[in-house]
């Protein structure tokens, strides 16, 4: 970690490197997407009807990721794992990532399934990024996941599970 400017209590701008590591993990389907070539892909085929809801995701999606990246607290441990908190917060923001790479894998063998899609690729990553935030104690980005995580979810019952 690599601290910038103190903004508030323990609270820095800087560079986690245990965040940006988080992060490219979450991006790894994305990554292998080109060479997977699933022959259908309603993911990326998918359009926000309400667009202020497309927006909003957008948003925090982002403040989610610059939250995760930039922000870094100097009381707490690179890997935090002494309390029975930090280590369930870890199991679950662990588990979240392979539900979600379960559900990729899925996906890119043709179950593209409403439910499936929904749980699998837009819940469980906001709720990765909330479970890291409350495992390094970012309760900023806990915030700001809750809020990814609502709209998030929302957009992926709008376009896989609500009929039109």
Known sequence: ??????????????????????????????????????S??????????????GVAQGILGVLSMILLMLIV???VKLIPRETARE???FFLMILMILINFIGWTLYYMGYQYGWLIIISQFAVVPLYYLFFGL?????????????????HTINGIMNFAVKK
């Not at 259908?40 to 809801?53: G, L, T, V």
């Open 87 to 89: 280590k369930t917060f």
């Open 40 to 53: 259908s892909n309603p993911i990326m085929k998918m359009s926000n009807e309400i667009k202020w809801i």
């Open 1 to 38: 970690m690599i601290k910038f400017l103190h903004l508030f209590k323990n609270y820095y701008l800087g560079i986690s490197f245990i965040g940006i590591a988080t992060f490219a993990i979450q991006e790894i389907p994305y990554i292998v997407m080109p060479f997977v070539k699933p």
């Open 73 to 75: 607290r100097d009381d």
């Open 135 to 151: 495992w390094k104690s970012n309760y900023l980005l806990v915030g700001t996941a809750v809020l990814f995580f609502v709209i």
